[in-house]
């Protein structure tokens, strides 16, 4: 049954296809939509427009870009030796963050998940394997998720890349930084010990 | 800094514009709308053109409406000698849900609140008493919030109606159903003793 008028009964029901956003949200983000300047509203609708037309994946290393290639494969002041292999274009502004590291990226746009009917062939493998194959890479870092997908995916890549010579890392594990000793799962106790180093 | 292309930052912040989004969960929705097939991402960005630039206030009750005068100011079933008195659209939706009701509404949108610079003059108010004025109405229902502004706001009402002899009603305050005695505030408990009715 309909309460509002038609065209905000639409608006609603779009804002309720969003991920983890119910009716009761999805009321307060259309009349917060609907209370604003009808160019901000038009902004908004024309970021939705323009992101979905513009937006491509770098014809290198998959993530997501508007040009050919992205800005950091353009990049000349970074390493070209060093691709960090990445489930998700999110997982590369994550890494970015860090300001620690000046290689490459490699979006894969998922992991390898036979249970729900992703084989190596649905995520960008392939070209990763057309990167290293070219030649003039040192290291690959995977740094898939730490879940099982992640890892599957990781050790699948890694065996996939070893007749071409580059040295395959993972991310380390352990406890996270601020953490508490007594909350980490025992899993991630046992990575932290294994992977302790000498201080 | 940007860690995105440029149309993916934008609809990231168009997102973090929302009331309660902030910028994990506008990363989150900006990526489901690029996931999206491009007629349904248009579908949700025309939503938002055509909700901004059709609706309006319906002429008589002032709730939102694509037409002159809204569904509910039309319908000939609906009792013409009642009007229930709300704050906003939204409670409209609330009461119609009830099915309890058949009168005809009349939307403040706002409350009377001189803390927020929000006077009579900001709120609806004047269009109520033009059609009370204009005579046939028997009751008029005050159903702003049972919170102080809502409060004021139904006092100051009743007090504007009088001259015109229409009996001013508010709902009834009391324990919600399925609410426990414990759980109720002193106040809700001092206003559902006060309101106690013979069984």
Partial sequence: MRFFTAPVENLIEQFQKLPGVGRKTAQRLA?????????????????????KKTVKFCKVCQ??????????CEDE????????????????????????????????HGCISPMNGIGPDDV???????RVSAGGIREVILATNPDTEGEATAMYIARLLSPFG????RL???????????YADEMTLTRALEGRRQM
Same sequence: chains 1, 2.
């Fill in 166 to 169: 580059v040295t395959a890392t």
């Fill in 31 to 51: 009349f917060f939509v609907l209370s604003l300047p009808e160019a901000e509203a038009e902004g908004f609708a024309n970021a939705i427009i323009s992101a």
């Fill in 63 to 72: 993530n997501l870009t508007d040009s050919e290639t992205c800005s950091l």
């Fill in 77 to 108: 002041a970074r390493d070209r030796s060093v691709i960090c292999v990445v489930s998700d274009p999110k997982d590369v502004a994550a890494i970015e963050k860090t300001r620690e590291y000046n290689g490459l990226y490699h979006v894969l």
């Fill in 172 to 182: 380390a594990y352990g406890i996270p930084v601020g953490g508490h000793l007594e």
């Fill in 124 to 130: 960008k493998i392939k070209e990763l394997v057309g």
